[in-house]
């Protein structure tokens, strides 16, 4: 597969490495702007590109991740002398839990292994299964697509909108069939779907939504925490994101019978009082440890402040990238009214960087002491999921012509796009200080400058 090998190299420097705001469709103000456009790019242009022998525009690293002090080590340290390290006998999972519903306007909320069993769990107790679809965005992580195949359940994708790397909420209403049974959004990068517009559709056909939101803790829509909106909301804290605990993740909802369906599910189908071996359902082991818990209650304590520095920064960062030609930020939807940034995204053009391609120009950036990556690969072009399609059970369950009509189905042109011109930031490169904004803005002006001589030099 090729999603994503920039992300994946980032997770692995994580133990090493070393927000609302107006839509980014709206003007910024010119106040957030420390020097004109002009002034900027003759600047850019007096300075040699490190490509081209340069110096870099840094040389120090990123803020790294996790940050973590004496009140991490507090927490495992408890749960280690305490002997209670798994849920059940100990009170830390259920204390997070509590904690969680809280931050997220949740009534009930379910600890789980990782986001993909959360997401895995949900689908379950939601009864998706072999002869179902789920509506799906193409421009997600895989997982998004690898429970609805666990399931034998039909992924249908909905292109995605190219202003705002979100699935295009107003292609879903028309993608659903009698057989639809979960339209399962992404809130990608932190940033949040159109949920007005996913909602209306669903309501409209009486559909649960379930919000994939493992990228975008505390993001908000009109007020209300993504996750909180539809049927169920899923969450992970694997070690990129922005509340993190190595592995982990959450499913909350306000229906007391799906929350209950959840546990079951994930506690190998006993329910809350089951002290026997009385099952009612299939289901699996994907509980949440203690240690794992604890940690997480001890890096919430920063969640909010992070939360803040990211939001300010990336503000500011589109601000001053909104300025270079051939640079789009990501657009946020008018009920966005708080972006998490897991991830700094923007659209890259070459025909205003003389051509020079997206590789050359992320190569370029890294020269300059800045990382980045090119993001997601086409979901519905993946092997994997042609491979998965031309299994023998997908062929007995819904027979060739069915599966060759929804490949037909699953064409997502402004994803193929969007795919080709993607160019990420981090989450981390979000917390340091404004400086380092000004480093990113430093050297994407640099290389515009010069892009005609790195180009015939690559």
Not at 105 to 115: D, E, I, K, S, W
Not at 143 to 165: G, R, W, Y
Not at 414 to 422: H, I, T, V
């Amino acid at each position: 597969m090729t999603i994503n090998r920039s992300r994946r190299r980032f997770i692995g420097r994580v133990a090493a490495g070393g927000a609302s705001l107006l839509s980014t469709r709206t003007a910024v103000s010119a106040a957030q702007a420390p020097a004109s456009p002009q002034r900027a790019a003759v600047a850019a242009g007096s300075r040699k590109p490190a490509m081209l022998g340069g110096a870099p525009v840094r040389t120090t690293a990123f803020p790294s991740w996790p940050v973590q002090d004496s009140r991490e080590e507090q927490a495992l340290t408890s749960v280690l002398r305490s002997g209670k390290w798994g849920r059940g006998v100990g009170d830390q999972v259920t204390a997070f839990e509590r904690q969680y519903a809280t931050a997220t306007g949740a009534a009930n909320c379910l600890a789980t292994a990782n986001g993909t069993s959360a997401l895995l769990t949900t689908l379950s107790a939601l009864g998706v299964g072999p002869g179902d679809e789920v509506i799906v965005p193409p421009y997600t992580f895989v997982a998004t697509v690898n429970v609805v195949l666990m399931l034998h359940a039909l992924p249908v994708f909905v292109d995605s909108d190219l202003e705002t790397f979100q699935i295009d909420a107003r292609k879903v209403a028309a993608a659903i069939t009698d057989r639809t049974r979960v339209i399962m959004p992404v809130h990608l990068g932190g940033s949040v779907a159109d949920m007005d517009t996913i909602m209306a559709a669903a309501v409209a056909r009486d559909i649960p939504v379930v919000e994939d939101a493992c990228q975008s803790h505390l993001a908000q829509w009109k007020g209300r925490h993504v996750g909180s909106i539809g049927k169920a909301g899923c969450f992970s804290f694997q070690a990129s994101k922005n509340l993190n605990s190595g592995e982990g993740g959450a499913v909350i909802t306000s229906d007391r019978a799906l929350a209950n369906r959840a546990y079951a599910f994930h506690n190998n189908s006993r329910g809350h009082a089951g002290g026997d071996f009385a099952y009612g359902a299939a289901g699996l082991n994907l509980r949440l440890t203690e240690f794992q818990a604890a940690l997480l209650m001890a890096q919430m304590t920063r969640l909010e402040a992070q939360a803040r520095q990211r939001e300010s920064n990336a503000a500011y960062l589109t601000s001053q990238l909104s300025q270079i030609p051939g640079i789009t930020p990501a657009a946020m939807y008018p009920g966005t009214t708080r972006n998490a940034y897991h991830l700094y995204m923007f659209r890259y053009d070459p025909k205003a960087f003389a051509d020079l391609s997206r590789a050359a120009f992320v190569k370029a950036l890294g020269a300059e002491g800045i990382t980045s990556g090119t993001g997601y690969s086409p979901l519905d072009k993946e092997p994997f999921l042609t491979n998965t399609l031309k299994g023998r059970g997908y062929q007995r369950i819904y027979g060739a012509a069915e599966l060759q009509r929804l490949t037909e189905r699953n064409r997502c042109p402004q994803n193929d796009r969007l795919c080709a011109e993607a160019v990420w930031l981090y989450q981390t490169m979000l917390i340091g200080p404004r400086q380092d904004m000004d480093d990113i803005v430093d050297a994407v002006r640099t290389i515009h400058a010069h892009a005609g001589e790195i180009a015939r030099q690559s």
